[in-house]
DNA sequence: ACGTGCCCCTGACAGATGTCATGGTGAGGT
DNA sequence: ACCTCACCATGACATCTGTCAGGGGCACGT
């Protein structure tokens, strides 16, 4: 019987998740969380085999939620279940230590399967994401301008940035400057949102 | 008996609404549709009494499937499930002619008797999200605004939009002055995404 | 007929933005 | 010690943006 924990911040799909799963004779959900913040203190009440995580989530990260599982050295295995299959998203996962990585529009009867999967010990991995995080390389921007895009990502003018980051105007501009540059766009909106969509922010 | 279809894109999601619903004794799930566009051909084969749309679907948006049924004067009613709850949604969905507008981050519980009562006749939309509508009061951007912000969502330099309208730079940039004077933003980044969170575009 | 509102355009101007040259710092590798 | 690279900053420049003041056209309701 593998027991699992199931964190997703919508309740109406983690409920039917949840439902899915309980539906397999040898699954067994034992927790759910609708934040990543709650995740881990979860964790230490129940024993459990695998953790289902979703990416977007309130308070913690699903990959962030991965990493500090890694960090405290919980047996519990952990498979993310994300809307975005950002190629970032892939390398982060798995650099923090999960055990899987499934696209929500994997058809459901193969969650069960990854699930088990992972419990086994395999790295599931859907194959053309996989891929694509390999041909698109690593994170080419540094701390700094993931910071400065950041700020950036809403459309505020430099001042703003700069004061969000504590920088001089100059520097943000620099920083956006050689950030559209790297991602080969032409203005700062543009920066902000083909490195959004790659998962380096 | 009420029959359903439950119209979203990302599979694992749909197959775990199906399932919880298919636990529910009076409901039958009767088909499936993983684009806008099939939906309607879908309801031309089978006899549905309640139609599940999501609204960011490939090919066609759930509250244009709305629409189109409506225009087709379909019997079946529609109940629109969503991960945003963007005001300018609920408005449109109405307008549209549908039954029901209801969050994702509902509790799961609370769908079947939303399906239920959209069936019965009842309007069901959730009442914060009411509220907000109202307060936010309709779009204020002419056709024009909106097709310029829509251009300008990428964060692509006015050239660019200009040229994807079909427009003079000069005018598109009286449009956005326009726009951004009406979201009290000060760039055109920031009306486009001001827009775009209230479902405006 | 008239006003009103949306549409499209022009031209001009201040201010914001992106680029470039340049320089100094500190961390890490050889 | 030296080089490299990320980092922070400055100042100057060409260009892009956002604003404002015009203009004309069209559809609408009164």
Do not use: Y
């Not at 929500?104 to 699930?115: F, G, M, N, Q």
């Amino acid at each position: 019987m593998i027991r699992l924990l199931v964190a997703d911040d919508q309740a109406l799909v983690r409920g039917a998740i949840v439902t899915l799963l309980g539906l397999e004779p040898d699954l067994d959900v034992v927790a759910e969380a609708g934040r990543g913040d709650e995740v881990l203190e979860v964790l230490r009440r129940h024993e459990i085999d695998v953790a289902l995580l979703d990416v977007e989530m309130p308070g913690l990260d699903g990959i962030e939620v991965c990493r500090a599982m890694t960090a405290a050295g919980v047996p519990t295995r952990a498979l993310i279940v994300t809307t975005f299959g950002r190629p970032g998203f892939v390398r982060r996962a798995l650099e923090a230590g999960a055990g899987g990585f499934v696209v929500k529009d994997t058809p459901a009867s193969e969650l069960a399967d990854a699930v088990r999967r992972v419990h086994a010990g395999e790295r599931v991995v859907d194959g053309a994401l996989a891929a694509e995080s390999l041909i698109e390389g690593p994170n080419p921007l540094t701390p700094r301008e993931q910071d400065v895009l950041r700020a950036a990502l809403t459309g505020a003018p430099v001042s703003v940035v700069a004061a969000a980051v504590h920088l001089s105007e100059g520097t943000v501009r620099n920083h956006l400057s050689s950030a559209m540059a790297k991602t080969g766009t032409a203005t700062r909106a543009e920066a902000a949102n083909h490195a959004r969509d790659r998962g380096w922010l």
